[in-house]
């Protein structure tokens, strides 16, 4: 139906005659000459209709945006004048000599020209899909997966399916289920994760596995998350930590290269404690040059109880933030920052504005000012190397909440003071612990089958809370691209964790009795890692939401505007799985 | 941990030191000496363990079965007469210097040596797999989807994902039903296809989609079929069928080269019409010369009802098929393929021996002799072409029935007769009906969403029972390899289809609302294809079932037995999802 597309006509074509299908993006007249920029996947180009062709003239006519048309002309160079040195059509025009419209189209509902609500970009997704930036945005996914498969099979990897119904997982609670015909009150899973099964994988010698596959998650959604996003799994045997690092930052390198022409250097490394302790994050950005700086030490003594407190507690933390230029922030300002620490549970921001530093503690300026002797602010300032003109904010409460507060407020002075340095910061974080303690209980940090570095079971269980794992965590510009580790192939380390985790042994026998018996067959080391492709094309298309890189999202409340899913289902139907429902969501 | 695969040592490592990791796959003890054949995904390589090497020796001395080792070695030639020319190892053995057990192995429940239940294969699918067969099928199935992927993005097709969390589609008897948590009382489906995501697609200018992606049904699975399964989803813009079969049976024919170097040449094309007289079959096997020749016409005066009843109906159909050499069948051997045509509603097997046929009828044997006249007789040998030695079996029923029956005979003919020639035969089916009558009832023969060929809407109402699909068909041995066909992309059109089919028009708005909605916007011509992933790899490979060329299958209860899935909710989880069971499965 067509010799090619739309967006590939350029000067090399000229005096050629083309066929082109494609969609009438904008339509003009000017003084009875039509011009029309036609519309494909590949780009747009520009056709004129003259008078001199009546007929098709007559045609041209009758246009009008989003028709389907089949257009046949003779490329020409543009005008003097014309020529629009950004587009790769724009050296040439096409004069129309035949033209056959194939479908009309009504008025679209979405105004391209201006924002359009999310509903109604997903009720009519398939027109949100026709702008151009979403269209090169789903180009460039697909690209994306075709670079990363080419790579992993490349080097060795296989691509093997995963089961989609299976069984539920530990975290249960956010498990989609799926009633089963055949066996009336049980249910099937869907998954959170294939991880299980590429662990069975390499317990079946399967050597090198990775599937970008679907995942599912029943939960909250208003952090831009899915209710079913894409991962690209790995999971490798006999490589350590070391090997699937290396591998995974080759293949992202690899890829930046390829995709965006950018060279991500080596990977920095940083222990969990230090980015917790510098950044206040497990995912730092690096592009932000703002640092916590702990005094502590230097605030054990001082009179206010606010700072002194946390400082001689050994579950306390009092640090501060130097923010180049700060001084000039007005009380509202502070006041506003200070509210929004007290979002993660901050009792209040201090603050210490630097003004005439060479005047001694006269050229500070600061409500608390008074219970700091000079000594003591003489070495806040040397410590944070503090100049005239900066503010320091300062979080003094429990580790937790400090460490939270003031991880949150440094991305946020960030962002507000425009200090965002380079474009890309990558960054491997290591070394975290196996467990955190909440609530008196311990959590596996990772997940339960997450080996830890250096044990042996009776280690472990003699000392659970210092243990670290053998995991590690991609993160690129402060976003968590993907995490892993090295699995337990251990019976007894599997049965040590299990426990500590508080999983008795018939739970643990009824959930993963499957994996504790894979063990005992000679289960070999293995280790992986699962980046989120969903957040990677965002990142690396400049997208501000994961929905703006999947074809059909759902919305916050996971809803398809489009198709109307979910939606009542026929009595019969219920009556076959042999559920009843309960309670129905008011309209 | 290791420096090469045990599959790929050969003579040219013939001098070096390795460090293998795998599997002992077996071990002998000949005098001292140790043997193990060693075992990764890549194969397998024999290691020799000598009393000069003590120590060695005695960590050898413990290896069972599947324990999971490190070795280093010496690679040298085997000596003369112990050379295997099979094996790409075959020419070399390692002398065993070092030896670590990284994990034992207690005694599989699987014995490789013998068949095992289909349920303990799959309740130890990770064992089940370490077989090298079995192993093997995984492999080339990856490479399979990785040459599928390679040709298809060589040809612009771009990998878009679609949602698994959808709505309900019109077979929905079949659908898996998934609760909502956030709108309580309403369902997800899981999609038996992607197919109007993929039309969508199209509509949005995606031009060129492919997708490698699992397909749901909750149906019988006796049939060899399994819960989920996976398709490679095709479709295009702009492109009628020729475009679209020219591509794909480019794409196959490039897979059977790249896989199998079997070049399967220019498939030919039959129509719906010819396959179903000729064969029996809309998805004939061509590596079987036997055929349904037609008598009809020969019957309709015999005296015989059984013959002239369906001869002289419009709906009935008398057809024989001959069989070289099957004069030697037993009377019990006719019987057994008399109840076989039964199962399929052949009230009988009408047969006629030829041996001395030079004697004319003399030379027949038939108990239904008596009611055909010589010249009847030699009509019919000479219209089936019958030799001394055949025999010529009879189909008269109604042509439903006699097509199914004889369909099914043909095949089991071919097979007990070992007749099938060549090993690859491809084939397109083309010309179907749009509708097949059922109860009086027309359904699509394809889906809903074909378009017919060559009828304008009003045409095709006018006479919907003779109008014929733009569907076409891909048949491989005797297997639907893939179906598919150009879509309706008008308003009107659709409209038609949907009224012809009975479904009304509130109905159609309620499932459809979004698609006739969607074909208002410029619809561009689009058509497309779906092949099944699975069969395909069965197929190549020679595996006997879809369960053999999946990594975790279910049971024919869709059930597995690994996992234990599906099991019972937690009911928290059912009160969140605001559902009860009713009924259980007795266990």
């Not at 404690?273 to 690096?286: I, V």
């Not at 993963?512 to 890692?529: C, I, K, N, S, Y």
Request: charged content about 25%; aromatic content about 8%.
């Amino acid at each position: 139906m067509r010799t090619d597309y739309c967006g590939n006509i350029d000067s090399s074509y000229i005096g050629q005659e083309v066929t082109l299908c494609g969609w009438v993006n904008k339509r003009r007249d000017l003084g009875g000459v039509i011009f029309i920029d036609l519309r494909d996947r590949e780009g747009m180009v520009q056709v004129v209709f003259d008078p001199d062709l009546p007929d098709v003239l007559e045609v041209a006519n009758t246009l009008r945006g989003e028709f389907c048309v089949r257009l046949t002309g003779k490329v020409r160079p543009r005008p003097q004048g014309q020529v629009n040195a950004q587009m790769k059509t724009g050296e040439i025009e096409i004069l129309g000599t035949g033209l056959e419209v194939i479908n009309k189209s009504a008025v679209l509902p979405l105004d391209w020209n201006q924002e359009n609500s999310e509903e109604q970009r997903l009720r009519y997704r398939y027109l949100d899909l026709r702008r151009p930036v979403m269209s090169q945005r789903l180009q460039f996914r697909a690209k994306v997966t075709g670079a990363v498969r080419r790579f992993l099979e490349e080097q060795g990897f296989l691509d093997i399916e995963t089961p989609i119904l299976t069984k539920a997982t530990p975290e249960g609670a956010r498990d989609y289920l799926v009633p089963s015909r055949t066996h009336k009150g049980e249910f099937f899973a869907l998954p959170q994760s294939p991880q299980l099964f590429k662990q069975l994988l390499m317990m079946s010698g399967m050597d090198r596995y990775y599937q970008i596959v679907k995942c599912f998650r029943d939960e909250d959604l208003r952090a831009d998350r899915q209710p079913e996003f894409t991962q690209i799994d790995i999971e490798t045997t006999f490589l350590d930590a070391e090997g699937v690092m290396s591998i995974t930052e080759a293949m992202i390198r690899d890829l930046f290269k390829t995709m965006l022409d950018v060279d991500l250097g080596e990977f920095p490394r940083m222990t969990y404690a230090e980015a917790m302790q510098r950044y206040g994050s497990d995912k730092p950005d690096l592009r932000n040059p703002l640092e916590l700086v702990d005094v502590a030490d230097l605030m054990q003594s001082v009179e206010f109880k606010v700072f002194s407190g946390p400082a001689n507690d050994a579950k306390g933390r009092v640090t501060v933030i130097r923010v180049p230029g700060g001084a000039s922030l007005s009380r509202k300002q502070i006041d506003d920052y200070t509210r929004f620490v007290g979002i993660y549970g901050a009792k209040g921001l201090a603050w210490v504005k630097v003004n005439e530093k060479a005047k001694g503690q006269d050229g500070l300026q600061s409500p608390v000012l008074k219970f700091l002797s000079a000594e003591i602010t003489d070495a806040i300032i040397e410590r944070t190397g503090a100049q005239d003109g900066d503010i320091l904010l300062f979080g003094a409460d429990s580790a937790t909440v400090v460490t939270e507060a003031m991880g949150a407020l440094r991305l946020k002075l960030g962002n507000d003071f425009d200090l965002l340095e380079g474009e890309w910061r990558p960054l491997w974080v290591v070394d975290f612990p196996m467990f955190e303690e909440v609530d008196g209980a311990l959590h596996a940090l990772h997940h339960p089958f997450t080996s830890p570095r250096g044990l042996t079971a009776e280690e472990l269980k003699a000392n659970p809370v210092g243990a670290l794992s053998d995991a590690y965590d991609m993160v690129l510009n402060g976003v968590e691209l993907g995490g892993g580790s090295v699995r337990i192939h251990d019976q007894q380390m599997q049965s040590a964790v299990f426990s500590i985790l508080g999983i008795e042994e018939e739970e643990a026998r009824n959930k993963f009795g499957f994996l504790l018996e894979a063990l005992q067959f000679g289960a070999p080391p293995h280790a992986g890692l699962a980046f989120g492709l969903d957040r990677l094309v965002m990142l690396m298309t400049g997208a501000t939401s994961i929905r703006d890189v999947m074809a059909f999202p759902k919305t916050t409340t996971a809803a398809c505007p489009l198709t109307d899913a979910p939606s009542p289902a026929n009595p019969q139907q219920l009556d076959d799985l042999a559920i009843t429902v309960v309670k129905k969501t008011a309209e």
